[in-house]
């Protein structure tokens, strides 16, 4: 059995997760009930691990990642910055899995880029990239690469329009082309196939004063 690490300068391990070394955990973050963090590991800062949550060997997670209750993130996968994992969604990592073959050194890989949310209960099939900032609605099951900012719902899921960093359904474009955040203004545009934001680039996170929702994702829209 591996050695259990029990504490760490900067981050919260509660008493009933068991956290196996050697593992790498950003500071600020907080692991929760009966979570299991395998050896590998590598967490950044400021993430959260809700109630029952299983991190396999040698899985990276990003900084400020939120994974709800009941989720297992298994080898092979990859989760960049700012990623919402919602309660008991579902990862894998073997397309024809039988428990009569072997088959791990054959782990298929999943990337799921800077901040995409998956939703409650939904299905990633291993082997694909969920595109930046893209949103899984909950309980569709993705069996195919998901481009930036894509709304994917249903089963097998499929895109039904676009969504902006702050989690709003982007309206039809204007005669510039130009599709504008319901929340944030902030704008966007279709871009040689790729979605991207005109006012700030992907990677950069959102200033301070666009950081806390205000708008009720189901009020009127003008």
């Given at each position: 059995?591996?050695?259990?690490?029990?504490s760490?300068?900067?981050?919260?391990?509660?008493e009933?997760?068991?956290?196996?070394a050697p593992?790498?955990?950003g500071?600020?973050?907080?692991?929760?009930h009966?979570?299991?963090?395998?050896s590998?590991v590598?967490?950044?800062?400021n993430?959260?691990l809700?109630q029952?949550?299983?991190?396999?060997?040698e899985v990276?997670?990003g900084n400020?990642?939120?994974?709800?209750?009941?989720v297992?993130?298994y080898?092979g996968?990859?989760?960049?910055?700012?990623?919402?994992?919602?309660p008991?969604?579902?990862?894998?990592?073997?397309t024809?899995?039988?428990a009569?073959?072997?088959?791990r050194?054959m782990?298929?890989k999943?990337?799921?880029?800077?901040?995409?949310?998956?939703?409650?209960n939904a299905?990633?099939?291993?082997?694909?990239?969920?595109g930046?900032?893209c949103?899984?609605?909950a309980?569709c099951?993705?069996?195919?690469t998901?481009?930036?900012?894509a709304?994917?719902v249903?089963s097998?899921?499929r895109q039904?329009?676009?969504m902006?960093r702050h989690g709003?359904k982007?309206?039809e474009?204007?005669?510039?082309?130009i599709?504008?955040?319901?929340e944030s203004g902030?704008?966007y545009a279709?871009?040689?196939?790729?979605?991207?934001?005109?006012?700030?680039?992907?990677?950069?996170?959102?200033p301070e004063q666009?950081a806390?929702?205000?708008?009720?994702y189901?009020?009127?829209?003008?």
């Amino acid at each position: 059995m591996s050695d259990r690490i029990t504490s760490l300068e900067g981050v919260n391990i509660h008493e009933t997760a068991w956290v196996d070394a050697p593992a790498e955990i950003g500071s600020g973050t907080r692991i929760w009930h009966f979570c299991h963090v395998q050896s590998g590991v590598r967490i950044g800062k400021n993430c959260t691990l809700g109630q029952n949550v299983n991190i396999a060997n040698e899985v990276v997670i990003g900084n400020n990642v939120k994974i709800q209750n009941n989720v297992s993130v298994y080898t092979g996968c990859t989760i960049e910055d700012d990623v919402f994992l919602g309660p008991s969604c579902v990862l894998t990592n073997v397309t024809n899995p039988r428990a009569q073959v072997n088959r791990r050194s054959m782990y298929e890989k999943i990337l799921i880029r800077r901040g995409a949310t998956i939703g409650a209960n939904a299905t990633v099939v291993c082997g694909i990239t969920l595109g930046r900032y893209c949103f899984l609605a909950a309980g569709c099951v993705v069996t195919r690469t998901v481009p930036d900012y894509a709304l994917m719902v249903g089963s097998p899921a499929r895109q039904v329009g676009w969504m902006s960093r702050h989690g709003f359904k982007l309206p039809e474009p204007d005669t510039d082309g130009i599709m504008a955040c319901p929340e944030s203004g902030l704008r966007y545009a279709v871009k040689e196939g790729i979605l991207q934001c005109l006012d700030i680039p992907e990677e950069e996170p959102l200033p301070e004063q666009l950081a806390t929702g205000k708008l009720d994702y189901r009020s009127p829209r003008k």
